[in-house]
């Protein structure tokens, strides 16, 4: 073959491999928006490598709160959804955003507060009955107050109690607009209650005076589901890497993973995908 005609057919074999790399290499990754619970309390750290080596695909999360990772996907700008609010998950799938909810794994919610429990609320198993003696007290309480499945949960909890958070809530509660980790600080820097889910707690480090006063209500019950995003709404979703992920989470090797996440011996979540 004629030299410059063999060099000439290399740079345009050249040129159409590097072409096609990026199509390549954006087809190795999916993007999961999901809650800061899961990230902040390790099970990501934990479970993602087990899921990346065997399958080839990346995972990148990005964690918010369920109602922030909800409109991330909602725009089209995530392949699959994992959260915790059972609601708003259901409206997302309703209107056409999602495929299908699927549950994956529960934990609960626990009311976290002072050691020396100004609302005499520890050792109790009524939630409800808890937030009604913090907000006669008006001892310190500090929200989440950013759209998460743990805000959904706290604003559902206060409304059971009977309480008008727009009317009663002044100095002693106090919004912060951040994920549990941060939330969690803050109750500690200020010696406050706080309603935190089990997993993040347990692996909360800066716990200062704080325990939990209050466990074991069924309505502190933490659900996660996770969806596709809809390919007929955005067409870029890469749906056949998203489904892969979800029904390795939703499969016995995914579900035992979840069982085994521990932190000092305990289980943070408990697995009941329906297969």
Avoid at 156 to 174: C, F, P, T, V
Avoid at 184 to 206: Q, V
Wanted: with cysteine; glycine share 10%; charged share 20%.
């Amino acid at each position: 073959m004629n030299p410059i005609r063999r060099a000439s057919l290399l740079f345009i074999l050249g040129c159409t491999l590097l072409g096609s790399l990026p199509i390549q290499a954006a087809e190795s990754f999916i993007t999961v928006a999901s809650t800061t619970s899961t990230e902040q309390s390790g099970l990501f750290g934990y479970l993602l490598p087990l899921f990346e080596r065997p399958s080839g695909i990346q995972v990148r999360v990005v964690a918010l709160g369920t109602g922030q990772a909800l409109d991330m996907a909602r725009r089209g700008d995530a392949d699959v959804v994992f959260v915790h609010d059972a609601a708003a998950e259901e409206k997302f799938v309703a209107e056409g955003y999602g495929v299908k909810r699927q549950e994956v794994m529960y934990n609960d919610f626990i009311l976290v507060g002072p050691q020396d429990d100004p609302a005499k609320v520890a050792g109790g198993k009524d939630i409800t009955e808890a937030l009604k003696k913090i907000e006669a007290s008006k001892s310190p309480f500090v929200s989440r107050g950013d759209k998460s499945g743990t805000h959904a949960a706290e604003l559902r909890l206060w409304k059971a109690a009977g309480i008008d958070l727009e009317k009663s809530k002044s100095s002693w509660y106090r919004d912060t607009g951040s994920g549990m980790g941060p939330a969690l600080n803050t109750a500690a820097s200020l010696n406050a209650y706080i309603l935190a889910d089990r997993g993040t707690w347990l692996s909360f480090k800066n716990r200062q005076h704080l325990a939990i006063v209050v466990a074991g209500d069924k309505r502190l019950f933490n659900q996660y589901g996770v969806i596709l995003v809809n390919p007929a709404r955005h067409a870029h979703v890469k749906q056949a890497a998203g489904q892969q992920f979800i029904d390795w989470l939703l499969s016995e090797t995914g579900q035992k993973a979840i069982a085994e996440y521990k932190i000092g011996g305990e289980q943070l979540f408990f697995p009941n995908a329906r297969r």
